[in-house]
């Protein structure tokens, strides 16, 4: 149905919580690709359906390996977390994704091939992502970035850099989406930013503010107690959905019931 590729510009501003969120909460089938050329986070942080650790042999890697052997059967390499909701762990250094090189585009072509939606965490951005062939491929990219100074400036160079790079790899540029992460007291910052990208003359859609809430993400990882439907975290992104699947070009209504994450 669609390829959703996330990614930061700088630090951390937590693209993975967001792409774990964002998959819990659509309401159709969604499976969550953790390419983040750093390492997964979401096998070191979260246990399978069993409650045991995820197996970080079965996924991304493995997945390359037999995409050079001729095989492109994803489902073969995914995984269930705890709650239902499908992954393909992700590598665990930098190294073993520099290592897949070749292996990226077929990677890309399958998981846009798949059914349903895939939320890819294709992690920090750089001059020449490993991950470009993924975020060429994907049907949106979302950039993801902190309501701070430093951070803005930034998210304006790399959106001028990833629109140029896609379009010489694809010949069209990406359908690019921002979100902010903002603490509440910033939460009306999305018309600023809109602002400064338009006045750049950058191709891109401010789609909201997820809330900077620590606790939140805690409860949604399993360290903290509390139900995560009723965070701030989670009723931000929930608020956010509308605009994500519009950027898609997914029908707003659901069309099968998923298997989430327990976001409530």
């Known amino acids: 149905m669609a390829l959703l590729a996330l990614a930061s510009t700088k630090g951390s501003p937590g693209v993975s919580t967001l792409a774990l969120a964002l998959a819990g909460l659509l309401p159709w089938p969604t499976l969550v690709a953790d390419l983040d050329p750093a390492g997964s ?6 246990p399978g359906q069993d409650g045991r650790p995820l197996d970080p042999d079965l996924g991304l890697l493995s997945l390359g390996a037999a995409v050079r052997r001729g ?11 705890s709650g239902g909701l499908p992954v393909l762990v992700g ?3 930098p190294e073993q994704g520099i290592g897949l090189g070749p292996v990226w585009p077929h990677v890309a072509a399958a998981l846009a091939a798949l059914p349903g939606t895939v939320v890819a965490d294709c992690g920090r951005i750089g001059s020449g992502p490993v991950t470009l062939p993924v975020l060429a491929a994907a049907d949106a990219v979302l950039l993801v970035a902190r309501a701070a100074t430093d951070q803005l400036a930034h998210l304006r160079e790399r959106l001028r850099a990833l629109h140029e790079e ?4 694809t010949g069209t540029g990406p359908n690019l989406g921002v979100v902010l992460i903002a603490p509440e007291r910033a939460r009306r910052a999305g018309p600023d930013v809109q602002r400064l990208l338009d006045a750049a003359g950058l191709p891109a859609r401010v789609l909201g503010v997820v809330a900077d809430d620590l606790r939140g993400a ?16 989670i009723r931000s992104v929930r608020a956010l959905l509308p605009a994500v699947t519009d950027l898609l070009g997914l029908p707003a209504t659901p069309v099968t019931a998923p298997a989430g994450i327990e976001v409530g």
């Open 41 to 46: 986070d979401l096998a070191l942080r979260l």
């Open 71 to 81: 095989g492109v059967d994803v489902a073969s390499h995914v995984q269930q977390l």
């Open 166 to 169: 896609v379009r010489r790899t």
């Open 91 to 93: 590598m665990s250094t």
């Open 218 to 233: 805690q409860v949604l990882y399993g360290t903290a107690r509390g139900a995560a439907g009723r965070t701030t975290l």
